[in-house]
């Protein structure tokens, strides 16, 4: 709290008392903030709860506006021992940014107890028994029925393949802006198949500018991987040429299919417990997550009765 109030320069020095009281009062010590307080004085704080108490200070508080020319309450506050009025009220004059403001008041909010980090260990820890990896290919998840098994690769093309066509069909915002633009060489017949699907390509996320056979890409969909920005427009076409020829479905479609097959995670890639947690979560959000776009499963489930079965066991 100290070095909160000093550093958004409150206070010029806070100190508390070196022994801690049974009851988690600490005496604070405030210099000159403004004609509010005075040089020597004391307030008594709750390191848990930022109750104040002890103190006849009168300064006016940011919760207290006043119609629309932001103009503050003169009001007393009063410490008559956790009437619950905190943080304490400030003088209309104090020359405090709204940023002070809002960190000064966050100073004052509850903290955590010991108590609260044990459950956020403790679930954690349940998170980590629920997801795990096999061969750095399948995500086995534990449900309420027995254990769920993900393909990695075909649930990510679940979950991009509906962001696709969401972006060309809804105009949905999926572009990532780049820093610097990259420049590709596409070969003729990159660059007429470009032309046929510039509007959808655009819509699913691409701007570029084309000069003869030079594109210059200036941003990309939101899922392409950092790195492989320079390369994603080109393996896009040639997925879509592949598409072309094996699916029967319109252009659009198409097009969503071979971005969530290219951009999508592959067998292989490793991931981490919060990765394999928001795959899942993202899969099931999705309007058929049992399906890829080219008819694989994507999930597969073992009811735990059939684990009792094959070990035998009755109960």
Known sequence: VGEALQSNHFVPEVRFREQVAQLPFEKMRFGAIDEGFKNDEEMLVNRLTGEI??????????????????????????????????????????????????????????????????????????????????????????????????DQHVAHERILYERAIAAMNKNFAYAQKLLFPVKIELSPSENILLKELSDDVKLLGYDYAINDEIVEILSVPSDVKTGTEENSLKELLAQYEEYDKIRHTDARDNLAASFACKASIKAGDALTVQEMKYFVDELFKTTMPYVCPHGRPVVIEFDVKEFDRRFGRTS
Do not use: C
């Open 53 to 150: 108490v002890g103190s006849e200070a009168k300064f006016e508080s940011p919760r207290n506006y006043q119609n629309s020319d932001n103009s503050f309450k003169n009001e007393s506050f009063k410490s008559s021992g956790g009437n619950g009025n905190y943080p304490p009220p400030r003088q209309q004059n104090s020359p405090m940014s709204d940023a002070q403001m809002t960190a000064f008041e966050a100073l004052f909010q509850p903290q955590q107890s010991d108590d609260s980090f044990k459950n956020g260990e403790e679930i954690s820890r349940k998170t980590q028994q629920l997801y795990w990896q096999l061969h750095n290919k399948y995500i086995f998840f534990q449900s309420d029925k027995g254990v769920q098994i993900i």
